[in-house]
């Protein structure tokens, strides 16, 4: 409500856990954002904040926690993939957020061969191959913006998404009628 002597509104942050409620009620696809160290090493974390930015040039977000060693790794490198996980890849997701030192021991993977970034083939639905164009640091995030510079398809088509929200994970049930409506490619994009 405004102050009725300035007409300004005074605002009060809410409580981290509030936020996090919040958040968890609006379900996310699960992607695992991979990049390599420049000593070759493999870096990945599992992610549900990624959001499409551009068309020209083919951009997209991604949010890493400010601490995490992926990150560190990515902007040493700056190249990174978004490997979007099918809805087989629970195993994967839970791996790659659960911080385990030998977690790319535990999957099947390739290095991409010009950027060396690691492709979780056998995870993944889609994976973008990305350039970090710019990074903004928010709070105790920063938001990595990746130029899409390749796109592959490894296995499943068509994709069956894995999605997280209200503190599980879920997929759609794929709906034959769907396959035969046409859709608008640039749909939800703002």
Request: proline share 10%.
């Amino acid at each position: 409500m405004p102050d009725p002597v300035t007409g300004t509104v005074t605002r009060t942050s809410i409580d981290p856990t509030q936020f996090r409620s919040l958040m968890t009620t609006y379900p996310a696809g699960v992607a695992i954002v991979t990049t390599a160290a420049p000593d070759g090493e493999p870096w990945g974390m599992t992610c549900s904040s990624i959001c499409s930015v551009s068309l020209r040039p083919p951009t997209l977000l991604v949010c890493l926690r400010a601490e995490s060693p992926t990150l560190a790794a990515l902007l040493q490198v700056s190249v990174f993939a978004v490997n979007l996980l099918h809805d087989q890849a629970e195993p994967a997701a839970k791996l790659f957020a659960s911080g385990a030192p030998d977690r790319f021991e535990k999957v099947e993977w390739v290095r991409e061969p010009e950027s060396g970034v690691p492709l979780l083939i056998e995870d993944a639905h889609t994976i973008a191959d990305c350039r970090v164009s710019e990074t903004l640091p928010v709070g105790d995030h920063v938001v990595v913006f990746g130029e899409v510079v390749r796109v592959a398809k490894p296995a499943i088509q068509p994709p069956s998404p894995l999605l997280y929200g209200m503190h599980q994970y879920w997929t759609l049930v794929a709906n034959p009628e769907s396959d035969n409506r046409e859709t608008d490619d640039e749909g939800m994009q703002g």
